[in-house]
T-cell receptor, first 113, second 112 residues
Framework: DAGITQSPRHKVTETGTPVTLRCHQT?????MYWYRQDPGHGLRLIHY???????DKGEVSDGYSVSRSKTEDFLLTLESATSSQTSVYFC????????????FGDGTRLSIL | DQQVKQNSPSLSVQEGRISILNCDYT??????FLWYKKYPAEGPTFLIS?????DKNEDGRFTVFLNKSAKHLSLHIVPSQPGDSAVYFC???????????FGKGTRLHILP
């Protein structure tokens, strides 16, 4: 299994609070991705990174920011959490954008009350 | 607008029979297709893929068929086993540097 660790695995917080999710990899892969999974929507890309300090937006980036200061860590921040951001968040990694498949972490279940 | 469509939210199949999961796509530029399997409380895991230059790819009990003219692919699982009960995501990519796009998933239930 690819070495991907997401933390926390579960979090409950209140509307308006900032939240940071962490993805840590031990594979030294260049590309890292954040997805959210919602019923009726499947997996949707939020942001991705193609190197340290290099990030770009995905399909559903509004309300989210990311940072990557080290190869192994990719942080997803909800600057002011809203109930619509209640979801399961998955991190994924790949060595190149054309490398398929991506390898996924086990997810973070986030509830915004 | 959804580019990768899995129109069946769920499917129930008797153990030992064939499971057929379907996926349609709208973008004729997609050149690579993947299937992922997901168990509860785990991340998706890669199952099988197919390039647009092929029409069939087989890996053990799993076979993916691609019909480019119909913009349709299907995943066949034969014979179906209890451990195949999971959510299956169809995904597609437009080019070597493009990100993959996922369908909404189909939940497969294998009945004893």
């Amino acid at each position: 299994d690819a070495g991907i660790t997401q933390s926390p695995r579960h979090k409950v917080t209140e509307t308006g609070t900032p939240v940071t999710l962490r993805c840590h990899q031990t594979e030294n892969h260049r590309y890292m991705y954040w997805y959210r999974q919602d019923p009726g929507h499947g997996l949707r890309l939020i942001h991705y990174s193609y190197g340290v300090k290099d990030t770009d937006k995905g399909e559903v980036s509004d309300g989210y920011s990311v940072s990557r200061s080290k190869t192994e860590d990719f942080l997803l921040t909800l600057e002011s959490a809203t109930s619509s951001q209640t979801s399961v968040y998955f991190c994924a990694i790949s060595e190149t954008p054309s490398e398929q498949p991506q390898h996924f972490g086990d997810g973070t279940r986030l509830s915004i009350l | 607008d959804q580019q990768v469509k899995q129109n069946s939210p769920s499917l129930s199949v008797q153990e030992g029979r064939i499971s057929i999961l379907n996926c349609d796509y709208t973008n004729s530029m997609f050149d690579y297709f993947l299937w992922y399997k997901k168990y509860p409380a785990e991340g998706p895991t890669f199952l099988i893929s197919i390039s647009s230059i092929k029409d069939k790819n087989e890996d053990g009990r799993f076979t993916v068929f691609l019909n480019k003219s119909a913009k349709h692919l299907s995943l066949h699982i034969v014979p179906s086993q209890p451990g195949d009960s999971a959510v299956y995501f169809c995904a597609a990519r437009r080019g070597v540097d493009d990100k993959i796009i996922f369908g909404k998933g189909t939940r497969l239930h294998i009945l004893p």
